[in-house]
């Protein structure tokens, strides 16, 4: 790549596809891994990864797979090392936050390692907290060439989360209980918790900017959450009310205030709240639908968002 030329960019996270996108740089975009469906324009290009696990299996079964391959030191994702190479980008976007989520930095240095002649500039995102997302929007912007289009994000996205945030102002803050994998149960950490406060709700679990925590059922009945919103990472809607019988059959959590009073949602975790990118701010707004419908209505319930009807006996 010379000084003026436009860098081709490989992005193997589906954040960082969605980052480009909202950059205005999608036209750099000459691949992406499989998890990257967002803009819808993207799919025409080439998938550079693929799973080693069978992605079709229930919550329990996925969940087992990937810790049996993480147990055997071995990686749960696959780079075509080939096809990376024939591209020849000039940026390659990826992460090494969490190896289970998504094509991991690791998995992109195993891919060029025998590539002697690779000049791409490797970007590895890791974010923990809404600022670290700025940051990265930024860092991204910067590899692209489009420092300016940053910064200009970063202002767009604050400016909509005070907008959500001074919608649901001084009212009282309900509880959340956010479910971010059903079976076995694991909560939401990491931006959770701001995005939660910015729609003016209570976190139950998680702390800030921390690794997502494992929780158990009893945790669940212990707070006895107002609401509760389970949107598993990866999963759409159809996905997750297939799933949702581990929960609704259980007596306690039929037992759960939020489920009795119908304060219990599924929500679309694959577009939404899982990816650290643009969509925050839609995921925000979810949120503040569900907390507060009284005065948010930003066009979510039923179409990213559905009230779950648990079978209480």
Request: charged share 20%; proline share 5%.
């Amino acid at each position: 790549m010379t000084a003026t030329s436009t860098p081709r960019v490989v992005s193997l996270i589906a954040s960082a596809t969605e980052i480009v996108h909202a950059l205005g740089a999608g036209d750099q975009q000459i691949a992406r891994s499989h998890e990257c469906d967002w803009p819808a324009r993207i799919l025409g290009l080439p998938a550079l990864t693929k799973a080693k696990f069978k992605v079709e299996g229930s919550s329990r079964q996925i969940d087992t797979a990937v810790k049996s391959l993480v147990e055997q030191g071995l990686a749960v994702y696959e780079v075509n090392a080939d096809a990376l190479k024939d591209l020849a980008p000039d940026v390659i976007l990826t992460q090494d936050q969490c190896e289970v989520c998504a094509v991991s930095l690791a998995d992109v240095e195993r891919a060029v390692q025998g590539w002697t002649e690779c000049k791409a500039n490797v970007v590895s995102l890791r974010p923990h907290t809404i600022a670290d997302i700025y940051s990265d929007n930024q860092r991204i912007a910067d590899a692209l060439g489009c420092r300016d289009a940053g910064a200009q994000l970063n202002a767009r996205m604050a400016s909509q989360f005070s907008e959500i945030a001074a919608r649901v102002g001084g009212r009282e803050n309900p509880g959340l209980a956010f479910i971010e994998w059903i079976d076995p149960p694991m909560s939401g950490g990491h931006w959770m918790p701001e995005l939660i406060s910015i729609a003016g709700g209570i976190n139950l679990f998680g702390a800030h900017g921390a690794q997502s925590p494992w929780i158990s059922l009893e945790d669940v009945v212990a707070a006895d959450p107002d609401i509760i919103l389970v949107a598993p990472c990866g999963y759409g809607i159809a996905k997750t009310q297939s799933e949702m019988s581990v929960l609704d059959t259980n007596p306690r959590w039929q037992g759960l205030r939020a489920v009795r009073s119908g304060q219990l949602f599924v929500a679309d975790g694959n577009a939404f709240f899982n990816r650290p990118g643009p969509r925050l701010v839609e995921s925000a707004q979810i949120l503040a639908e569900i907390l507060h419908p009284e005065v948010a209505d930003y066009g979510h319930m039923e179409k990213n968002v559905v009230r779950h009807r648990a079978v209480v006996s």
